[in-house]
Every structure is written in structure tokens, then in C-alpha cells.
Antibody
Framework: EVRLLESGGDLVPPGGSLRLSCAAS????????MSWVRQAPGKGLEWVST????????YFADSVKGRFTISRDQSKNTLYLQMHSLRAEDTALYYC???????????????WGQGTLVAVSS | QSVLTQPPSVSGAPGQRVTISCTGS?????????VHWYQQLPGTAPKVLIH???DRPSGVPDRFSGSKSGTSASLVITGLQADDEADYYC????????????FGGGTKLTVL
């Protein structure tokens, strides 16, 4: 059974930094791209970032480019999202999601975690 | 403003059929990229309902079906049930932004 467990969400002041983690199990972690998707309170879903299965390709939404980095530790089956220069509009529930499909342009999210909450406020 | 446009809400009585549209452009749906649909029940994480325009994962009832034509896609739900009440999102890829997956704004389905 695929399981994705996010952690690291917290209340941080504007301009602060935070690192989210997603522990994965139940599948061959290095064989799949992984993504972060966020949902602001009462709003819709927004794709944030994707990393390839090997970790050598990363992609970011324009709203976070230059502020967020995505990485993965294959030995720990863990996905990360490092967030810097946080803004109020980054406040959201951050979901970790496993990518599926081929090619990259047709990827979809076949499994989701339960999310970790990031609140940016002074 | 979402790249993919969905109606904010739809409704139907139990047993009825409803359609949720997802309208894109020539850089996403119209470019031939697949459309996927997700169901988000209240207080839960999204779950894939339809992938690759028309494919249902195992466990998803055949009351749910998807289609795509031109720059638009649709999710059809037949035989509406009370527990279908949820938010529904379409998702695709947009070639105007590197590596960019895009979502519709979401549609709230109310079962009357």
C-alpha cells in the first residue's frame, strides 16, 4: 500500500524559511517523480513543484520559483520542499503527491498524502 | 485566475446526471495533453477519479466518466448519490510554462 506522510508544517513569520518532508512507502521511491501541491484555506489546488525520479530534473510554479527548492533522499525514501522568503500568500495545506503516467506532460497524481499546514503570519 | 476554467458549482438530485466542464486553450488541453480529474471530499485529500482523459482507476465506479474534445474536457457523473457531494478538479499540462501542471479552479457539486 502506498503511503505518503508529510511533516514540517508550522507558523512562520513573513520572510522566514521552512522545510517540509514527505516520507514515502509502499512503492519503489526512486522509480517515480514526486510533486508538491498546495491548497490555500477555502481555495483550489495549486501545483507547486515536481522532481524527477532520479532527482536530476526539477520544475517549479512561477509563484515559488527562486524561493523554493525540491529535493529527494533516495536512501530515506523522503521528499523535501525547502521554502525561503515566505509570504502570506504561501499559507496553505501542502500535499505531497506521487506522479504517474508517461510522458512528463501527461503525469497525474495517483496518490496523495494528508497534507501539512504552513501558516505565514506575524 | 486558473489556467483551466471550471464552473464554480453544479447541482443535481439523487439519481440524476451532471456534467462538469473544464475549458482550456491551445497551450494545454488543445495541444493534446491529457486531462485528469480529482475528487476531494470535505476535509480529505484529493483522489484521482479519471486519468488520461477517460481512464478510471480500479475502485472508481463506472458512474464516473471523462471525455475530451478540442480545448475542453468534461466529467460526467450519472446516478448521483449523496456521497458524491464534493469538490472536483481537472488537471492538465501547459506548454507555455516549463514543466507546469495546471489545475482548474474546482467545481463544488451539491446533491440536492
Amino acid at each position: 500500500e502506498v503511503r505518503l506522510l508529510e511533516s514540517g508544517g508550522d507558523l512562520v513569520p513573513p520572510g522566514g524559511s521552512l522545510r517540509l518532508s514527505c516520507a514515502a512507502s509502499g512503492f519503489i521511491f526512486s522509480g517515480y517523480a514526486m510533486s508538491w501541491v498546495r491548497q490555500a484555506p477555502g481555495k483550489g489546488l495549486e501545483w507547486v513543484s515536481t522532481i524527477s525520479g532520479t532527482g536530476d530534473a526539477t520544475y517549479f510554479a512561477d509563484s515559488v520559483k527562486g524561493r523554493f527548492t525540491i529535493s529527494r533522499d533516495q536512501s530515506k525514501n523522503t521528499l523535501y520542499l525547502q521554502m525561503h522568503s515566505l509570504r502570506a500568500e504561501d499559507t496553505a495545506l501542502y500535499y505531497c503527491a506521487k506522479d504517474q503516467g508517461h510522458p512528463l506532460e501527461n503525469y497525474f497524481f495517483d496518490h496523495w498524502g494528508q497534507g501539512t499546514l504552513v501558516a505565514v503570519s506575524s | 485566475q486558473s489556467v483551466l476554467t471550471q464552473p464554480p458549482s453544479v447541482s443535481g438530485a439523487p439519481g440524476q446526471r451532471v456534467t462538469i466542464s473544464c475549458t482550456g486553450s491551445s497551450s494545454n488541453i488543445g495541444a493534446g495533453f491529457d486531462v485528469h480529474w480529482y475528487q476531494q471530499l470535505p476535509g480529505t485529500a484529493p483522489k484521482v477519479l479519471i486519468h488520461g482523459n477517460t481512464d478510471r482507476p480500479s475502485g472508481v465506479p463506472d458512474r464516473f466518466s471523462g471525455s475530451k474534445s478540442g480545448t475542453s474536457a468534461s466529467l460526467v457523473i450519472t446516478g448521483l448519490q449523496a456521497d458524491d457531494e464534493a469538490d472536483y478538479y481537472c488537471q492538465s499540462f501547459d506548454s507555455s510554462l516549463r514543466g507546469s501542471k495546471v489545475f482548474g479552479g474546482g467545481t463544488k457539486l451539491t446533491v440536492l
